[in-house]
């Protein structure tokens, strides 16, 4: 990771985060691992999810952190390029989707100013 924007994630930063903030830390602990513990989804499918989640959001952490989960998980090196993917179609789609806006705007334009686009 780039030292100057990302610092590493060390344990010295996550007693500190716990020492300003403890209760709220333990439950942000409790609710991490009950949300990625087995369910109807198995916990490896939960971290595929995760990682394809961590890059729309671009948070680094949560990238190597959920890429290494899933690996110990069993997820492959494909599996994880295939969640990759998901997410970049769906940060893609969004974008395509939302197109729908401005293509509504500029028809409620030309159609206030008789036609003409602007």
Not at 15 to 38: I, M, S
Not at 74 to 89: D, F, L, P, Y
């Amino acid at each position: 990771m780039d030292d100057t924007m990302y610092p590493e994630a060390t344990v010295e930063l996550y007693r500190q985060r716990q020492a300003l903030a403890p209760a709220a830390t333990a439950a942000f602990k409790a609710f991490g691992e009950a949300v990625f513990a087995d369910g109807a989804l198995p916990s490896k499918t939960k971290e595929l999810i995760a990682i394809a989640v961590a890059h729309v959001t671009q948070c680094p952490y949560c990238i190597r952190g959920h890429t290494k989960s899933a690996l110990r998980k069993g997820a492959t090196q494909q599996e994880i390029m295939e969640a990759i993917w998901v997410a970049a179609e769906m940060r893609a789609g969004g974008a395509y989707a939302h197109s729908n806006l401005a293509l509504d705007t500029m028809n409620q334009v030309a159609a206030k100013n008789g036609g003409q686009a602007a």
